[in-house]
C-alpha cells in the first residue's frame, strides 16, 4: 500500500513541534490547511462530449506571507498529495527566508491523453473557478508536474477577465513574454546542484571524481543534469516513467536529452544498459537525485541505497520510516525543503519584479538564487550540526516550523 504523504508530512512536522515544545493550540492549527477548496472543471472535449475533472487548491498557512505554490495536472493528483505539497511549500518559503506561505493546487487528470485545446479549457477553467482564492497579494500559483508556462498565460489570461485588472503577479513561473524570467524554467535544478555543491563542500567530496544518478527526467532532472556536468560531475543514469538506462562510463545530458526530445521516452537509448527505476535506484554512485514524485524512497529500498548524498529534486521522495535508515547507513540528504527550493525562490524573484516594475539581468537572478540557497543550506547546517542526533530533514523543519510558529504567535493567531 502506498504512503499517504499527508500522513508522512504530518510526522515529519509533529516531530519537529515536539522538539519546539509547540503548544497544543498552536500544534493543531498548524498540522491543516488553513483552507482547503475543492472544485469540479467542465469542459467540452475535441470530441463534443462534455469532460469533468475533480480540482483542489490548498492554502495552508500564510503567517509569513501570501500563499504560494505550483500546480499539478496528474491522473493520480489526490486531495491528501496537495495537503501534503501544500504543508512543504510552506516549510520550504520558511526555511529560505522568503515573505510567502505555502500553498499547492491539483486537476486530476491525463494530459498525455488530452489536447492542447482541452488542456488550454482546463487550464482557464481552474482559473475562472478559483479566481476569487488568487491574486498577487492572497495566493500565487506556479507550474509543477505537466504544467507549465503555457499553463500559466492561459490562466492569467482567464483570471484577469474574471477580476477585471492587469495583475501578472497573480502566477510565476509565466512566459518571458507575460512578465516571466528567463532564469525561471531552470530555476529548480539549479538549486539542486547548488545545495548538492554546498553538500559536497561539506562532506569532503570532489565534483570531478564523483558520478551521480538522476531519478526523473522532466524540467528538474534535465536542468540539474545541465549544471552537475558544469561541475564536472560524471552522470551515469537516468530515468523516466518508461523505465531507466544506466551507463558507469557516464552518459552525456545531451545525448539523453536529444534522445528523449526524439522519441519521448529514454527506452531504447543504444548508449546504456536498460532497467527499471527500482534497479536504478541500487546502482553505485556517490549521489543519487530522486527528482520525479514522493514516496520513491521507502523502508523497504533505503537499504539498498549506495550513495553517500542524496539531493531530493522532488517533492517528499523519502519516507520517515526510510530516513532513519538513510541517517543510520551515513548517507547524507539534502532535504526537498532545501534541496529543491530553488523554484519558489526563482518564483519570488519573478513576483517581486512583477509587483516592482523591475527587470533582473539572468546574472542577477542567478546570483541571488545562489546566495538565498547557499545561506538557507548553512543555516541547516548548523543546526544539524549543532543538535544531537538528527538529520538534515530534522534541522531543516527545526528551523521552518519555528519561524512560521513565531509569525504566528507575533500575530496573535493562537
Not at 492587469?166 to 507575460?178: D, I, M, R
Not at 529548480?188 to 559536497?200: F, H, S, W, Y
Not at 543519487?288 to 521507502?298: K, M, R
Not at 512583477?354 to 548548523?382: I, R
Request: charge should be positive.
Amino acid at each position: 500500500m502506498k504512503n499517504n504523504a499527508f500522513i508522512e508530512s504530518q510526522k515529519q512536522f509533529d516531530w519537529a513541534a515536539k522538539q519546539l515544545n509547540l503548544d497544543k493550540k498552536l500544534r493543531t492549527s498548524l498540522r491543516y490547511p488553513q483552507n482547503f477548496i475543492q472544485k469540479r472543471l467542465i469542459i467540452r472535449g475535441d470530441d463534443g462530449r462534455i469532460k469533468t475533472f475533480t480540482a483542489f487548491r490548498s492554502q495552508y498557512n500564510n503567517a509569513l506571507g501570501p500563499f504560494k505554490g505550483g500546480l499539478r495536472f496528474h491522473p493520480e493528483e489526490t486531495a491528501d498529495t496537495v495537503r501534503a505539497l501544500s504543508a512543504w511549500m510552506t516549510w520550504k518559503c520558511s526555511l529560505t527566508g522568503l515573505p510567502l506561505g505555502g500553498g499547492k493546487g491539483g486537476v486530476v487528470c491525463n494530459p498525455k491523453k488530452l489536447s492542447e485545446k482541452e488542456l488550454e479549457k482546463i487550464s482557464k477553467a481552474y482559473a475562472k473557478k478559483f479566481a476569487k482564492h488568487f491574486g498577487p497579494w492572497t495566493d500565487i500559483p506556479a507550474p509543477d508536474v505537466y504544467t507549465n508556462s503555457q499553463t500559466m498565460a492561459w490562466m492569467l489570461e482567464a483570471y484577469e477577465q474574471s477580476v477585471g485588472i492587469s495583475a501578472p503577479g497573480t502566477f510565476t513561473g509565466k512566459p518571458v513574454e507575460l512578465g516571466g524570467h528567463e532564469g525561471r524554467t531552470e530555476a529548480t535544478g539549479l538549486g539542486v546542484v547548488i545545495t548538492t555543491r554546498e553538500a559536497m563542500k561539506h562532506v569532503g567530496m570532489n565534483p570531478k571524481k564523483s558520478t551521480a544518478i538522476i531519478q526523473g527526467f522532466g524540467n528538474v532532472g534535465q536542468y540539474a543534469a545541465k549544471h552537475f556536468e558544469k561541475l564536472g560531475l560524471k552522470i551515469i543514469g537516468y530515468s523516466d516513467s518508461s523505465g531507466a538506462i544506466f551507463n558507469k562510463n557516464g552518459i552525456k545530458f545531451e545525448d539523453a536529452l536529444k534522445f528523449k526530445i526524439k522519441n519521448k521516452s529514454l527506452r531504447k537509448f543504444p548508449k546504456a544498459e536498460a532497467m527499471s527505476n527500482e534497479q536504478l535506484l541500487e546502482q553505485n554512485c556517490d549521489i543519487f537525485i530522486p527528482a520525479a514524485l514522493e514516496n520513491v524512497i521507502t523502508e523497504k529500498n533505503a537499504d539498498k541505497i549506495k550513495a553517500k548524498i542524496i539531493a531530493e529534486g522532488a517533492n517528499g521522495p523519502t519516507t520517515v520510516k526510510a530516513d532513519e535508515i538513510l541517517y543510520n547507513n551515513s548517507i547524507f540528504v539534502i532535504p526537498d525543503l532545501l534541496c529543491n527550493a530553488g523554484g519558489v525562490v526563482g518564483s519570488y524573484f519573478e513576483w517581486v519584479q512583477n509587483n516592482s516594475g523591475e527587470n533582473w539581468t539572468l546574472k542577477k537572478y542567478n546570483d541571488e538564487l545562489d546566495k538565498v540557497l547557499t545561506n538557507a543550506f548553512q543555516t541547516v547546517v548548523k543546526t544539524y550540526e549543532t543538535e544531537k542526533h538528527i538529520n538534515m530533514r530534522q534541522a531543516a523543519y527545526l528551523v521552518a516550523v519555528k519561524r512560521v510558529a513565531d509569525a504566528m504567535k507575533l500575530r496573535g493567531r493562537v
